[in-house]
């Protein structure tokens, strides 16, 4: 269908004529890259593909919102480009790219549409409007949409196209040159020292950039929500002080607000709605966002890496903020709708395997080479550590189905850059035969959801017997002891930011939603939780110790499992949401870090037991295991690597593990680790014995005899709030003693 006649045309004039100056530049690399040509002319070099395109033009802004249009004229191998002399960093810029409007085909071309580079390394302004989104009650500009939103018929509401300009409404790409990213040459990105922690050695810490320094009193209210923010010494030293080895950083990249939230005057806490897979978010910069953001966030990453601590990004590349068909026309959209998005059948549509309403074409060539192009530009350029896919297996679909030879995979594997960095999948998607828990290959670990499943429905008494249970605690081999993977293949957490948080795990029973303007509709109904005997928040010192004493079951039981434990930020002092499972709306202190509680001598013990427990781990080789369990020795009169126990001291048999309400006792045995150092010597630890009670009654438990150990150190017993210290007498090996309801205890073997 053609525009509506009734619109103003403002933006589909003729082009105007190229600069007498503007020369052919190059189509490499993508995006806008400052630079100094041949003849010692400096300018900048405009390249973007857009397959199918008619003609592009590059936008041009001045402070003053004024545009100036050069076409681009050099076309090669569908990529559009030019140089232009004189056009240095902090030059805001954008596209408008001419093409047929034939939604019934695919084709969305709408040059009064003005569009986000795609390799823009910063972004300026928001989407819908130059500061924030539109208070409640409003939407986002109609302009921001390449069809007419408010069409009378609704069922061809996004094939009549709105010529009015977006350009007032969007923000704009940055072209950033050394100087800018780094404030006057100042980087020494050189001098930088990556952690490279070891997988097995890694204990991974999910947070919010934003949330996790709003409310810290340490940091400077100037910085609170940003990247400097992280980086203020005030953060750096609680992450070194519970020893956690690497932040997980939610979604960075740029992103935008849905309309749903602007409309009730919310916005995209979590941030997965990208737009711009090179830019940092402009909204976390406390510096500036003309390229400055860009150098704060390097300077984020070295200070992290000074603090010995790695950091792996949050990344989004299943589908972008531009949505569905009814969703706004923002940069891929118009740039060529059919080369980024999968289609369905009918062409108007797109093959959502996200939930969200549109898939990257992954398997087509340029949008593979847009994603790894950026997965590269963040590691070498912007000094990551790693990456955790959201939604991978929707990556890892060739045409239709997951495929685990897809292109993406194999382009991962054999990248000299990106085989060598932390690779997390989420291993799953919406589309039929999403789940992929287990199947991901070799340089993949996984987010377990297994265990997370395992551990909940463990400590709230509903599971029958404890054969899964063994599974997740000695590494998930079930799961991943094929093709060379390995225990840590296996990322353990028991919260994630998508749920409930540890405290309203044993808090509430059921989500409270309210807040989200959903009407208690959206977020999951199986939290697989337990309130301890009241719901919500009470002053019942029966209900509340119990809660306590299931959190430090949780954390126990977390990180003393083989794998790789992940936290989320502010589980280890209490953190709450209030009951809130889906707090991706909630910028606020509903989904901020509490500091308040690290001075509450109700919540203070808890980050303690974390720290204390991490540092176990760190110290304990035989905690973080870098082969599967055989369950045999390993050297001449060795002991068994793991073995099992029953409360009554002896081994288990099969039965025991269809056993009922069993306490399961785990024995680690140091002295029979497979591994050997880098010098080839043997690897030699303590020897550890862990049993979990999850029954509410006390029960007696015989701790197993020679050749076992002679004696039993107490190191944790998570019945107690405060922990028992060093001074403690051992327990004989052969002897009893009873363990509190619903708890851990953790014993040093003596040996004999």
């Avoid at 989407?127 to 408010?150: I, M």
């Avoid at 497979?674 to 030699?684: C, E, L, T």
Wanted: hydrophobic share 35%; aromatic share 10%.
């Amino acid at each position: 269908m053609s525009s509506a006649p009734e619109q103003e045309a403002v933006a589909d004039e003729p082009l105007a004529a190229p600069p007498a100056d503007i020369r052919p530049g190059s189509p490499t690399p993508l995006g806008a890259r400052h630079r100094t040509g041949p003849d010692g002319i400096t300018g900048t070099n405009f390249a973007l593909w857009a397959g199918g395109a008619e003609a592009v033009e590059l936008c041009l802004f001045d402070d003053a919102e004024r545009e100036t249009r050069h076409p681009l004229t050099e076309l090669t191998h569908e990529i559009w480009h030019g140089f232009l002399p004189g056009v240095g960093p902090g030059q805001r810029y954008g596209y408008r790219v001419h093409g047929r409007w034939d939604p019934w085909t695919g084709a969305r071309w709408n040059p009064a549409k003005l569009l986000l580079d795609p390799y823009a390394r910063a972004v300026d302004g928001d989407f819908g409007t130059r500061t924030e989104p539109a208070g409640p009650g409003s939407a986002l500009p109609a302009q921001l949409y390449g069809h007419v939103r408010d069409w009378p018929q609704q069922q061809l509401a996004d094939t009549v196209r709105d010529d009015r300009d977006s350009a007032p409404y969007v923000p704009k790409g940055v072209v950033v040159g050394e100087d800018t990213a780094d404030e006057g040459g100042a980087d020494e990105w050189q001098d930088d020292r990556r952690p490279k922690t070891p997988w097995p050695d890694s204990v991974l810490y999910e947070l919010h950039v934003r949330g996790f320094t709003m409310r810290h009193p340490g940091i400077p209210e100037r910085l609170r929500g940003t990247y400097a923010g992280l980086a203020h010494p005030a953060a750096l030293e609680h992450l070194v002080r519970l020893g956690v080895t690497a932040v997980e950083l939610l979604p960075v990249h740029q992103f935008a607000h849905e309309d749903h939230l602007v409309r009730r005057g919310l916005r995209n806490y979590w941030g997965y709605n990208s737009i711009g897979y090179f830019a940092p978010h402009a909204g976390y910069a406390a510096t500036g966002t003309r390229g400055q953001q860009v150098g704060e966030f390097k300077r984020m990453v070295r200070a992290l890496h000074d603090a010995g601590i790695e950091v792996i990004l949050d990344v989004v590349y299943n589908h972008t903020a531009e949505a569905g068909e009814l969703g706004p026309t923002l940069s891929l959209r118009g740039i060529d709708n059919r080369g980024y998005y999968r289609l369905a059948g009918d062409a108007r549509r797109y093959a959502d395997y996200t939930g969200c309403g549109n898939t990257l074409h992954v398997v087509q060539p340029h949008v593979l080479r847009l994603i790894t192009d950026s997965l590269r530009y963040w590691v070498t350029e912007m000094g990551v550590d790693g990456f955790r896919f959201d939604l991978a297996a929707a990556l890892a679909r060739s045409m239709h189905d997951v495929d685990m030879l897809s292109p993406f995979l194999a382009v991962i594997a054999q990248d000299p850059v990106l085989r060598r960095v932390k690779l997390i999948a989420e291993p799953w998607d919406v589309g039929s035969g999403g789940y992929q828990v287990g199947a991901f290959p070799p340089l993949w670990t996984e987010w377990n959801d297994r265990y997370r499943d395992t551990v909940r429905d463990f400590w709230r008494g509903a599971q029958h017997d404890v054969r899964d249970l063994g599974y997740r605690l000695s590494g998930s081999s079930d799961l991943y002891a094929w093709g060379g993977r390995r225990p840590y293949a296996s990322v353990n957490f028991i919260t994630a930011h998508d749920g409930f948080t540890l405290r309203d795990l044993v808090t509430y029973e059921h989500k409270r939603n309210a807040g989200n303007g959903e009407g208690n509709r959206d977020g999951t109904h199986d939290n697989r939780s337990w309130n301890c005997g009241a719901e919500g928040e009470t002053d019942d010192p029966d209900v509340t110790a119990l809660r306590h004493r299931q959190l430090r079951n949780l954390l126990t039981t977390l990180l003393l499992s083989t794998g790789v434990p992940m936290l989320v930020a502010g589980d280890e002092m209490g953190r709450t949401q209030h009951g809130n499972n889906n707090a991706y709306c909630q910028d606020s202190p509903t989904s901020w870090l509490d500091w308040s509680l690290l001075d509450d001598p109700q919540w203070r013990p808890l980050a303690a037991l974390a720290a204390r427990l991490i540092a176990l781990r760190r110290a304990h080789p035989v905690l973080r295991r870098r082969a599967f369990f055989s369950g045999r020795p390993h050297h001449q009169g060795g002991l068994r690597d793991l073995a099992w126990f029953t409360a009554d001291g002896t081994e288990m048999t099969e039965q025991d593990w269809y056993t009922p309400g069993a306490t399961l006792g785990m024995y680690l045995s140091g002295n029979d680790i497979s591994q050997r150092d880098d010098r080839g010597i043997r690897i030699v630890d303590d020897s550890f014995l862990a049993v979990l009670h999850a029954a509410p009654q006390p029960r007696q438990v015989t701790l197993p005899g020679p050749p076992w150990a002679r004696a039993y150190e107490l190191l944790v017993d998570t019945a107690r709030q405060e922990q028992p210290g060093p001074a403690q007498p051992p327990y004989a090996a052969g002897g009893t003693l009873t363990l509190g309801g619903r708890s851990v205890v953790l014993f040093r073997a003596v040996p004999g």
